[in-house]
């Protein structure tokens, strides 16, 4: 085995090592109310530390982007089919 492959070998022992271990936990920092959908644009509000172009989790998994409407309401663009939302938010 050449010094290069000794090298890589660590490094890939190392890199799988690290992915092995890594626990993917998510902890709701701040929980909005949806106030209408257009589209595929879910209106909330009560999402008082979120960004704007910040990834948002609605509670069916769905994934949106944030978009700045006004302070305290935010335009979520949505990646999936908003059925529930128009369900949950009347």
Request: proline share 2%; hydrophobic share 40%; glycine share 6%.
């Amino acid at each position: 085995m050449t010094m290069l492959e000794k090298s890589l070998n660590k490094s890939r022992k190392a890199l799988e090592q690290t992915v092995s271990s890594f626990k993917k936990e998510m902890e709701a920092e701040d929980i909005g109310r949806v106030i209408a959908i257009t589209g595929p644009v879910a209106k909330a509000e009560g999402l008082e530390n979120v960004r704007s172009e910040e990834l948002v989790q609605f509670s069916d998994g769905t994934v949106g982007i944030v978009a700045s409407l006004d302070p305290g309401r935010w335009a979520l663009s949505c990646w999936a089919n908003l059925t529930t939302f128009w369900r949950a938010a009347n």
